[in-house]
């Protein structure tokens, strides 16, 4: 008979989805071939690759999320409160997964990087296994760490219009930048909560340890909680003992012992075990390095022929996880005048037109090649920024149509179709908003002291800001498809929200964003190198680091310069550290070792649950514990049974529970 994996995801942030659809379609191409349930509240198209080849999709709340209003930035007390009333509901959780479990006879769970399924599969006896870079105990625990959220910048840009701003009576717009004054969770408040996290962790058997790791405070009593001991808040590295302790093979860590199942339960049969695993990646079309595939990419995207040759024009992919967040009101200002350009897949055609002000137009165009754009009926808005505010008056509208319609029909249209850039800032989905420095309308704003100027260095120039480097366009991902593209700087385009994330990454020469596992993943694969945008909150973020110095190129730039639109020379330089090994790459193509060693975890994987009930049933006769399989779970019988025993598959090379290795 097959194996039954119940795979439970987290459902924070693309890059645990991207994985565990991964491994699930690893293991949904193996003969026999196994049945696997996805359990997340992530939408199912974020699995569809493996939905595709079979696997089923539960939609549950498992986990807490930690409350990210941006990218980068973290509301600690609002997300000590979401943890707080999630484990008060953490035993009836618990209950609700065990009966799910016996009832759709689960053999295995495993999880990424969810600790009440740890804790459900131990009721049920039934094995676990983790397959993740970090657990979320440290995560939490971090939460406590002594930084403090950089200030809201004095200099502000207007957020995209919603119906909140524009209603007669509206509350005051919620923003990203909007948190609670930024405090440090007292350790006698977040360390209580974490070890409850860890303590349902420890539940757990097998940890299949993916590369980007932290120390895992559950299965190692190497570096306890809490994670800030972990982390040098000088220099924001890890601390030189647990860097070496990380550098360690993990067949020389010290574990905890093995959890014994609750009473009534079975002996467990194979000790604990902690194994590194290869990196897991979705994979990219095995043609997309040939010119034909970039050029069907790009040409689905809208990108004009002459900006597909990469001899001629680099391409940076900025994504930031795609998070579905509220729109910012503030950011810094930058000064260089660039033109707009059009996106041709997003076409809100449906929709009101976006408001515009017929005397300040940017007087640019479209750069050749891009379809001509369409010029529907205006609305002018009393605002120099062409964005409606609160208290904004509407001056003239269509005519012809009653005035409490028209109010009523902006609205609407204005809460549809938020807008990816204004004429002086850009919008990209999971990040602050960054300014355009090209906008002729912050250049007629009022000008601020520099930082120089203020410390009597007013003689030193700075770098004018640049968005892009002179060569370069810009792909915007993550954005829904209503999203307007009216005021994109010239040599911006919006890819379509189901882009095929591999495919973008491989044809990129450049990817901007946040250091999530997904995205390093990616890049490291296709060896993109990633400029990324700090988050000092995530203590994830460190050993991700370290994966992008070990194994691919990553380039800090500081948020300020990020958000002040000033994102061309750390561009340029990670083009520059990385340019030889994505020639490298491109002239390899496409290469199945990523997906051989996929095929290999998978198969140890139901190699090491195979060995798990083998053992199990062996012991069956003095112990009178064996699988039922009419029922998924281990209870008590009278008699050994071969036919309800899983049968051993041979494994490659993680050597989990006693599987034969070859080579």
Known sequence: MSTNFAYYCSGHGYGHATRVSALASHLLQLSPKPTVTIVSEAPPHVFSDSIKLGAKYRNAKIDPVVQQPLAYRIDRKKSVDVLNAFLAKRESLINDEVAWLKANKIHCVLSDAVFIACAAAHRAFLPSALVTNFTFDSIWSYLSAPLLEPPTPATSAPAPPSLATLAPNPSPPATELELEPD????????????DQIARDYRN?????????????????????????????????????????????????????????????????????????????????????????????????????????????TKIVIVSF?????????????????????GTPMVKPTELAPIPKQDDLSLGSKSPKGSPPRSSPPTVLLDDVDKTPRLGDEVKEVRPHTPPEIRLEKLKIS?????????????????????????????????????????????????????LLPDGWI???????????????????????????????TAVA???????????????????????????????????????????????LLPQERYELGDWAGKIEEAYEKG??????????????????????????????????????DSESTSSSYSLDSSTGVVGDVTESDESRTLQPQVGLGLGLGGVPITA
């Open 204 to 312: 757990s058997d097998l940890l299949l340890r993916l590369p980007g790791y932290l120390p895992f405070p559950s299965f190692s009593p190497t570096h306890p909680l809490p994670a800030t001991d972990w982390i040098d808040p000088a220099v924001q590295r890890f601390r030189p003992s647990v860097l070496a302790s990380l550098h360690q093979p993990a067949e020389q860590l010290q574990l905890y012992d093995s959890i014994p199942f609750p009473d009534g339960g079975p002996k467990k049969p194979l000790p604990r075990q902690l194994k590194s695993a290869p990196l897991l990646v979705r994979h990219p079309a095995s043609d997309i390095y040939s010119a034909e595939a970039r050029r069907r990419l790009l040409d689905s995207i809208g990108i004009p022929r002459e900006f597909q040759d990469p001899q001629k």
């Open 474 to 504: 810009a792909i915007v991902c993550g954005v829904a498809k209503n999203w307007g593209e009216e005021d994109l700087p010239e040599g911006f385009f919006v890819a379509p929200r189901d882009v095929w994330m591999p495919d973008l």
């Open 509 to 555: 020469d450049v990817l901007l964003g946040k250091l999530g596992y997904g995205t390093c993943a990616e890049c490291v694969d296709a060896c993109t190198p990633f400029v990324y945008v700090p988050r000092p909150f995530f203590v994830e973020e460190h050993g991700l680091r370290e994966l992008m110095e070990s194994s691919g190129v990553g380039v």
């Open 321 to 341: 996880g795609g998070q579905v967040i509220k729109r910012p009101t503030h950011s810094r200002n930058g000064s260089r005048n660039l033109s707009i350009s």
């Open 579 to 616: 340019k030889f090994m994505k020639a490298m790459k491109r002239q390899q193509g496409w290469s199945d070792i990523r997906k051989r060693e996929a095929d290999v975890m998978a198969r140890e994987l139901v190699g090491w649950v195979s060995k798990w009930y083998e053992l199990l």
């Open 183 to 194: 405090e440090p969770i007292p350790h006698d408040v977040m360390d209580p909560l974490a």
């Open 414 to 466: 204005l809460q549809n179709l938020p807008r990816i850039a204004t004429p002086s800032h850009i919008y990209v989905p999971g990040a602050p908003p960054a300014s355009n420095p090209a906008s002729p309308i912050l250049q007629r704003r009022p000008t601020f002291p520099s930082l120089h100027e203020m410390v009597g260095a007013a003689s030193i120039e700075e770098p004018e800001p640049r």
